[in-house]
């Protein structure tokens, strides 16, 4: 048989086959001696590989395999050990198989694939893949090593050719030989000798090599090779990536691992950037559960992505060095490439974020545990977007979260956002749809502080991005605009803005989206429509015009909403008209669309057809007509119109306004009204010849005779002239006065002295004798006459000259006269609702129907309110006393008429703020105004205005109320809430038109300015007080107090300390930009107290500005007032950078305010809820400021309660006058809360804590607990139901810190301090048992309020009864514990009778065995914890037997 085969091969290696695939040689041929000479020394090697079945060529083709590669293998290996020359006959084959290779052809032949010899008739003897030869020898284990030193001894010659012409890489082909050999003989050996190979071979050599080691050694050589690559990284960084992606290959120890991932990290900062990927792969493909997170941290302080991209500018110059040709394609290239490894690196990250679960929780831990804005880093950003894009282990919540976390607290700011977006914006776009959807969570967030970072994601990712994502981010803020979210809306409309006003072109191709929010304005406010069609016209319109194919649209919609009966779609018709307008007529500079850069001819047309339109189309409803004017007016305010375009509204609403509503007045008034008639108000009375009036009076009567004809006659012959317009038509023509002459206004200057038509005001006394017609003329005469008053204040207020100055004084004292004749015009006309005075409100239509005022309130949740709550730092009750003085200072108003003080009481016109004219932030220059000068007033005026030219306090009072509510509506940040389904808004914006205009920035500016006037009114009002007590030897109410003046400036002095507080209050100051402007505003209030001297630090001015405040301390009139400067000093303290330096003055000044017997002016003791609120956010403060908050508690529980339960009925306590029975709910509350709060705060028991740390935190415990037991027993005394819901809400509180803090102090310190525990359970036992009995009473009051409180309570009892007992277990003491049944009883401990039977099923109290019954002790099983247990037997044989046990 073997010889048969043996036949065979022979003849098949005699054969002539040529092969199919055959490969030109580098030799061309080779000599005939040369191959005879070979012959005799291959004889023994060539002759086995023939036999064995294996036809060499010499032809350059590869050589032909006749059997399978297995068979050649045992074949060869036959041969070799049947020799009878066994084994030298192993070295005669290797030396002709070295002979044979000598030829580099051979060798390389001797490396390809072999192919298998086909016969005619057999096409399936052979497989189609057959091994090289060497290959072959390989796998013959006797063979191997010699094979493999021939091999790797061969490979030297070949190092520095490279890749020669047939494209193979000879020392790429050996080592493949080597690769994944079924069974490697001296694995060691082929280690040692691939190191040293790798040692001396050039570089891509070494890559060869070094990346094939794991698929050359076996796994017992791996850990051996890793310390060695491990050296070798360290010494060459050119061999980084095959190094690690070889490491990563391997098999190793987690110690090793460890190492070498150290010894990577070390060397990150050196690693060429194209290299960065495969280093962090490596690290994070290597990291186990319990160092991902230490791991992941260091690689982010070391990860420094900000060098890896040239900044653009860089690029730029870079490109202009390089030479003009190639210059910008090699930046570009360099700046892509730099991003491409970004992206790369990124990516590795990402999938180990989406496959091992513990790295994305490490990345999210090291980015949240960053604590400094500048040590954030632009790969933060990255990983959050990232993070949130994966979604791996819920990770896209964790990233919005530490996002907002993060932007909310200042630590990730605009800035890096930018350069995030500028450096990175290719990497970026793979994340878009993340940074989209985070975007739009920031800007739906409620919080204010995270909405603009939303927006800025929004912005850059329009300037960065493609026109898809454009797009994207256009659809996105449309769908936030028509959400109809108040907060929402307003962020998106002023984004899309911006975005219109930056890049004009990009937005136009998009204004068809934006266009379709004019589908969803029945949702938006005014304010919000005017922005839209601000943008809306702004890209029609435009000096450009990119988006005019949307005019057509707009004037369709405009057309469409003007001729609508709805009086809200006709408001939305005269808003967008007048924004259409200003963009239309807008001042185009030169050169734009024609040489003067004035109108078109066309333009100018169309703009005065549009103005037509919507004058023609208001003119029906005098509430439209009153708001165009008013829109109009505004857009004068604030744009810049053409000339031509300004000078045509001017002419026409001078004319129009005399003609309207100007008379000249005759010796007499002709007509008949409802009331006489008289020619009231005029400053001007040496003019009185010839002047002219208001003609409020006639109008008002024939506007009340139409409406009765108007049932009748449906057809208008004339147009109607409303006094709703006169406020509104004077405005505009004011405002357009001021553009065409500079702010001159000398041409409509005889408006401010002039009088008007009205009826004598006497008509206010007798008002219950007037018809109900009378009655509501008289109001309506009232409310038009203020506020035609408040717009002339407006108008004039900036007016330099002296006489114009006291004329506006003098308006303010008519405004304050005439709201006190309304107050009582009001309470004498129940149901009435007045006119209209803000026009672009939610509802100008709307709100007047629900609109009732009852009598005798000074409080009122209608459309508006006077003011609302005071900010962040001021309770919801501290400003509301002005309400009540406001009320009382109408009851005391006429002096003539003492007796009807008590008849007729006034009505708070606090509900009725809509109802009056916006006044503008300017008028409060007024404030300036001290007195002005007496010899003007000699020499000029008549003596009978000699008494009004100061600013007096009713004023006053007047100037700040509107100050305030201007301040708190813009500078306290509210945060937006959403809008109640199926339920009317209150709109808080009514009245705050003009405001809105205005940035937040501007009004605190303004308010910096005024704090001068302001500090000088302070200090009146305290030298007015102090004199007031000087002269009553030290009282308030002595006989020389003047009640209604004490009140007007006791209010006026609360007002202030208000409005100084919410300035101060301001988020904007923490702003790094705004710092200037606080230094500013500090260095107001410190100049006060010391002028000169270097430049302060804000330290410094914080300090001279709170000693300035603190001098005010003796002067308060009120609990209220004294709470505005104990806030206002909290505010102005946290301004600096060591608030803490603060809180001893800060408790002392409240303490001090708390023992002060607070009266009013005749002479009783402050009391009432308003009292009340003030004194609990009094207490409040100085229980946040004091030292030691447990000391506090116990001082004025243990001794101010004591003393007052001491005292008769209506006395208070002798330390503490503030504590009286009407005050112990507000007091009991603010020491239960503090209590718990304080027990909140100390720090958990450890189990490595010292002896000291334990016996500190103890006593501490000891002390609070000791303050709580005296509180939970008051309820014995005070048994009211108010106190005893607080003692049940905080009792559970307290009782659940006790357990999460106390309890693992006590495991631990049982031991060492075991009297000081037993003391402390005692303590609290005896409060828990107080609690039980409150659950008792209040079950079997079935008191709902306070049932509620009763089960989470009894689950807290419960969890404290068995976690004794494990505290007990711990320590190997459970003997001296027992527990047994409660009975219920009531607050007075008398047993609860009808639950007797019901006894087994109450079991949720407790009995600890450390104070019950003594029992026998067990022996313990452990020695050492044996003295502990007889010590508890002791102390339980001097126990009595408690009678609670059943």
Request: net charge negative; proline share 4%; aromatic share 6%.
């Amino acid at each position: 048989m073997m010889r048969k085969k043996r036949r065979s091969s022979v003849g098949n290696v005699a054969g002539t086959t040529t092969a199919t695939k055959a490969k030109k040689s580098r030799s061309a041929g080779l000599q005939p001696k040369e191959a005879a000479s070979e012959e005799t020394s291959e004889n023994v090697f060539v002759t086995f590989v023939k036999q064995a079945g294996v036809n060499l060529k010499h032809d350059g083709t590869s050589h032909e395999i006749a059997v399978d590669q297995v068979v050649f293998q045992k074949r060869i290996q036959q041969q070799l050990q049947k020799s009878p020359r066994y084994p030298g006959i192993l070295k005669e084959f290797i030396t002709g198989l070295e002979a044979y290779i000598e030829n580099p052809d051979r060798f390389r032949n001797c490396l390809l694939p072999c192919i298998p010899q086909q016969s005619e008739g057999d096409m399936s003897s052979v497989s189609s893949f057959q091994e090289s030869l060497l290959r072959m020898f390989l796998g013959i284990e006797m063979l191997q090593t010699l094979i493999i030193n021939t091999l790797l001894e061969k490979l030297p010659e070949f190092m520095l050719d490279g890749t020669v012409d047939g494209g193979l890489n000879i020392p790429r082909m050996i080592i493949n030989q080597l690769k994944w050999l079924d069974r490697v003989v001296d694995t060691k050996e082929l280690a040692v000798k691939l190191m040293e190979l790798v040692s001396v071979a050039p570089v891509e050599v070494q890559r060869d090599i070094i990346t094939s080691l794991p698929e050359i050694l076996e796994d017992s050589q791996h850990n051996d090779i890793a310390k060695e690559l491990n050296s070798l990284l360290q010494e060459n960084t050119q061999l980084t990536v095959p190094i690690l992606d070889a490491l990563s290959s391997l098999n190793l120890s987690s110690s090793l691992l460890t190492e070498v991932r150290e010894a990577v990290m070390a060397t990150l900062a050196a690693v060429q950037l194209e290299d960065l990927p495969v280093v962090v792969k490596f690290i994070l493909h290597s990291v186990s559960a319990s160092d991902a997170s230490e791991v992941v941290s260091n690689l982010r302080k070391k990860l420094e992505l900000e060098q890896c991209v040239l900044p653009p500018a860089l690029q730029a110059s870079q490109s202009r060095m390089k030479s003009k040709s190639a210059a910008a394609s090699a930046s570009t290239a360099a700046s892509g490439s730099s991003q491409d490894s970004v992206a790369l690196i990124l990516d590795c990250i990402k999938s180990a974020v989406r496959f091992q679960k513990t790295i994305s929780e490490a990345w999210l831990k090291a980015i949240e545990s960053v604590d400094e804005v500048e040590n954030h880093k632009v790969l933060d950003l990255l990983l959050l977007f990232i993070l949130h894009c994966t979604n791996a282990n819920q990770s896209r919540r964790g990233a919005e979260r530490v996002l907002k976390l993060k932007v909310r607290s200042g630590l990730i700011p605009e800035a890096l956002l930018q350069k995030t977006f500028r450096g990175y914006s290719q990497v970026m776009r793979g994340y878009f749809p993340s940074i989209l959807a985070l975007a739009q969570s920031l800007l739906r967030s409620p919080d204010p502080c995270v909405v603009p970072f939303g927006g800025h994601m929004y912005r850059h990712s329009f300037s960065v991005f493609d026109s898809y994502c454009q797009q994207e981010v256009v659809g996105s803020l449309v769908t936030h605009v028509c959400s109809g979210v108040g907060g929402e809306v307003d962020v998106a409309l002023e984004l899309l803005c911006s975005l219109v006003m930056e890049k004009p072109s990009e937005m136009a191709l998009y204004a068809v989206f934006v266009k379709g929010i004019l589908d969803y304005m029945d949702n938006l406010t005014p304010q919000q429509i005017r922005r839209l069609f601000h943008l809306l016209s702004t890209l029609a319109f435009g000096q450009r015009q990119q988006g005019s194919h949307i005019q057509d649209d707009m004037h369709i919609v405009i057309r469409k909403q003007l001729s609508s009966t709805v009086p809200k779609y006709k408001r939305i018709g005269i808003i967008g008209a007048v924004m259409v307008v200003g963009s239309m007529g807008a001042l185009r500079p030169k050169g734009k669309e024609s040489q003067s850069g004035s109108l078109s001819q066309e333009t100018l047309r169309q703009v005065t057809a549009l103005l037509e339109l919507v004058k023609s189309s208001s003119e029906s409803s005098p509430e439209a007509a009153a708001l165009y004017y008013d829109e109009l007016a505004s857009l004068i305010w604030s744009a810049t119109l053409d000339p031509q375009v300004q000078e045509m509204i001017g002419t026409s609403v001078l004319d129009d306004f005399q003609e309207d509503f100007v008379v000249d007045i005759g010796p007499d008034i002709t007509g008949s009204f409802p009331l006489p008639a008289h020619v009231m108000y005029n400053l001007d009375e040496e003019e009185s010849q010839g002047s002219i009036a208001i003609n409020l009076l006639p109008l008002l009567a024939k506007e009340a005779q139409n409406k009765g004809e108007q049932q009748s006659q449906t057809g208008k012959q004339q147009r109607r002239v409303s006094t709703l317009c006169l406020s509104p038509f004077f405005r505009l023509l004011r405002l357009c006065e001021e553009k065409r002459h500079q702010g001159d206004l000398e041409e409509i200057d005889a408006l401010l002295g002039c009088p008007l038509i009205l009826t004598n005001m006497d008509a206010v006394d007798k008002v219950e004798s007037l018809s109900k017609a009378e009655r509501e003329l008289l109001c309506t005469l009232l409310f038009h006459t203020i506020n035609w008053f408040r717009e002339v204040v407006n108008a004039f207020c900036k007016q330099e000259e002296t006489e114009m100055k006291m004329k506006v004084m003098t308006r303010l004292q008519n405004i304050t006269f005439l709201q006190k004749l309304l107050e009582r015009a009001l309470a004498g006309t129940p149901g009435y609702v007045p006119p209209v005075a803000n026009f672009d409100g939610e509802t100008t239509d709307g709100m007047t129907p629900g609109f009732s005022v009852p009598v005798n309130k000074a409080k009122k949740d209608g459309t508006g309110k006077k003011r609302k709550a005071p900010g962040k730092n001021a309770p919801d009750g501290v400003s509301q006393p002005e309400e009540a003085t406001e009320a009382e200072e109408t009851q005391q108003e006429q002096p003539e008429k003492e007796k009807e003080k008590e008849s007729r009481p006034g009505v708070s016109l606090t509900a009725y703020r809509p109802f009056f004219r916006e006044l503008d932030m300017e008028v409060l220059s007024v404030l300036h105004c001290g007195s002005l000068s007496r010899s003007l007033l000699d020499s000029e005026l008549h003596t009978k205005v000699r008494e009004e030219v100061l600013l007096g306090p009713t004023e006053l009072v007047f100037l700040l109320e509107d100050m305030l509510n201007k301040l708190e509506f813009s500078l306290t940040a509210g945060p937006a809430k959403r809008a109640p389904f199926l339920k009317a808004r209150a709109d808080k914006s009514v009245g705050f038109s003009h405001l809105q205009q205005r940035s937040t920035k501007d009004i605190a500016c303004y308010c910096i300015q005024l704090l001068p006037a302001l500090c000088t009114h302070l200090e009146n009002c305290h030298n007015h007080f102090q004199t007031l007590l000087s002269e009553n030897n030290g009282v308030v109410d002595g006989p020389s107090t003047d009640v209604e003046e004490y009140l007007v400036m006791s209010s006026g002095y609360q007002l202030l300390l208000q409005v100084i507080n919410t300035t101060f209050s301001w988020s904007g100051f923490s702003h790094p930009g705004q710092r200037s402007l606080l230094k500013k505003a500090l260095g107001v209030l410190a100049g006060r107290l010391k002028e000169g001297g270097p430049e302060p630090t804000l330290e410094q001015l914080v300090k001279h500005s709170f000693e300035y405040l603190l001098n005010f301390r003796s002067t308060m009139p009120s609990l209220s007032t004294a709470l505005c400067l104990s806030q206002l000093l909290s505010t102005v303290s946290e301004k600096g950078g060591n608030p803490g330096a603060y809180r001893e003055q800060t408790a002392s000044l409240a303490r001090r305010f708390l023992s002060q017997s607070w009266v009013t002016a005749s002479g009783e003791r402050e009391r009432g809820s308003k009292f009340n609120e003030a004194l609990h956010t009094l207490l409040s403060i100085y229980m946040e400021h004091v030292n030691d908050v447990l000391k506090s508690v116990e001082e004025i529980a243990g001794d101010g309660i004591t003393e007052l339960i001491n005292a008769s009925k209506d006395e208070s306590s002798a330390s503490w006058p503030t504590l009286n029975r009407q005050t112990f709910l507000v007091y009991y509350k603010v020491l239960m809360a503090e209590l718990e709060k304080a027990a909140r705060r100390i720090p958990a028991g450890k189990m490595n804590d010292s002896s000291e740390a334990q016996s500190e935190k103890l006593l501490t415990w000891n002390l609070a607990v000791r303050d709580f037991h005296i509180l939970v027993n008051l309820v014995k005394v005070f048994d009211s139901r108010p106190v005893l819901n607080v003692s049940l809400k905080y009792g559970r509180l307290f009782l659940e810190s006790f357990l999460k803090l106390g309890m693992p102090l006590l495991d631990y310190s049982f031991k060492r301090h075991k009297e000081d525990v037993q003391s402390l359970l005692k303590t609290f036992q005896l409060s828990t048992r107080q609690l039980h009995h409150m659950c008792g009473h209040s079950k079997m009051h079935q008191d709902t309020s306070l049932t509620n409180h009763v089960p989470a309570v009894k689950k807290s009892l419960e969890l404290f009864v068995y976690r004794v007992k494990a505290m007990l277990t711990l320590n190997n003491c459970q003997e001296a514990f027992w527990m047994g049944n409660l009975k219920n009883r009531n607050l007075k401990g008398e047993e609860i009778l009808s639950q007797r039977s019901q006894g087994s099923d109450d079991d949720d109290e407790e009995e600890e065995g450390n104070q019950d019954l003594p029992r026998p002790q067990e022996p313990s099983d452990h020695e050492g914890q044996e003295s502990d247990a007889e010590e508890i037997t002791k102390i339980n044989g001097n126990e009595d037997c408690t009678d609670d046990s059943d």
